[in-house]
């Protein structure tokens, strides 16, 4: 092929658009963590495409219990994340039981969600309810 090879976004990790990158680098100083993501390898995709903190939700893959939900739940009542970044890993793997899975459902039922690009996003300073 043409150029052939490549990193595909970083080891299969996300592309992060301009569009994208604006939304998360806005007042991402003011926040622990200007947004967290399933799995380390999307959210190092976030952080180097923005330079800002990204909270890499489950480990390497999503599958750890870190954090646990009543962690996930106590720093987004803080104030400390921005931005949820939906889809990534997490998805198939490791069944519907685990903190990644648990955190994500809590996120989608309770705030709004923003498409930017081809990525979606949940502003957790602004719950639905």
């Given at each position: 092929?043409?150029?052939?090879?490549?990193?595909?976004?970083?080891?299969?990790?996300?592309?992060?658009?301009?569009?994208?990158?604006?939304?998360?680098?806005?007042?991402?100083?003011?926040?622990?963590?200007?947004?967290?993501?399933?799995?380390?390898?999307?959210?190092?995709?976030?952080?180097?495409?923005?330079?800002?903190?990204?909270?890499?939700?489950?480990?390497?893959?999503?599958?750890?219990?870190?954090?646990?939900l009543a962690?996930?739940?106590?720093?987004?009542?803080?104030g400390r994340?921005?931005?949820?970044?939906?889809?990534?890993?997490?998805?198939?793997?490791?069944?519907?039981?685990?903190?990644?899975?648990?955190?994500?459902?809590?996120?989608?039922?309770?705030?709004?969600?923003?498409?930017?690009?081809?990525?979606?996003?949940?502003?957790?300073?602004?719950?639905?309810?």
């Amino acid at each position: 092929g043409a150029g052939g090879g490549g990193m595909g976004g970083l080891l299969n990790g996300a592309e992060v658009g301009s569009e994208a990158k604006k939304l998360l680098e806005t007042d991402a100083d003011a926040y622990t963590w200007a947004a967290a993501a399933i799995g380390s390898q999307n959210a190092a995709s976030y952080q180097l495409g923005t330079g800002a903190p990204v909270m890499a939700i489950g480990g390497f893959n999503g599958t750890d219990p870190s954090p646990t939900l009543a962690q996930f739940k106590k720093y987004v009542a803080d104030g400390r994340i921005h931005y949820f970044i939906g889809g990534g890993a997490g998805g198939g793997m490791g069944g519907d039981s685990g903190s990644a899975s648990q955190i994500t459902s809590w996120v989608e039922d309770n705030f709004e969600e923003v498409t930017v690009g081809s990525a979606t996003f949940y502003d957790l300073t602004s719950p639905t309810a």
